[in-house]
């Protein structure tokens, strides 16, 4: 069975930068759509980013775009999100997710697979 493995989170200041790292296993990475969520105490779960099973195509929710980006290597079997200018508001548990996918299709949702999280905290 598919596992995801989030690591990098942390306490920065406002205007830093972070990366957080998904690790896959017990599936073939260059087979899964991956996406990225944030979701902080007392909110909605938010669709952050997300990523094409080839890492050819990605889309990005509208408060991080032109901040973030999401990245992956398949030969280590890794997604990544590099965070730049980040914000208190930013602050929030960060999941990442997959999906079984055989052609280069993206989305939003529909993901079957979830990591356990890692704790974002941007102090003002």
């Known amino acids: 069975q598919v596992q995801l493995v989030e690591s990098g989170g942390g306490l920065v200041q406002a205007g830093d930068s972070l990366r957080l790292s998904c690790v896959v296993s017990?599936?073939?990475?260059?087979?899964?759509?991956m996406g990225w969520f944030r979701q902080a105490p007392g909110k909605e779960r938010e669709f952050v980013a997300a990523?094409?099973?080839?890492?050819?195509?990605?889309i990005y929710g509208d408060s991080v775009k032109g901040r973030f980006t999401i990245s992956r290597d398949n030969a280590k079997n890794t997604v990544y999100l590099q965070m730049n200018g980040l914000r208190p508001e930013d602050t929030a548990g960060y999941y990442c997710?997959?999906?079984?996918?055989?052609?280069?299709?993206?989305?939003?949702?529909?993901?079957?697979?979830w990591g356990q999280g890692t704790q974002v905290t941007v102090s003002s």
């Open positions: 017990g599936g073939t990475s260059s087979n899964l759509r």
């Open positions: 990523i094409s099973a080839s890492g050819r195509r990605t």
């Open positions: 997710a997959a999906k079984s996918s055989y052609t280069d299709y993206i989305s939003r949702g529909d993901f079957h697979y």
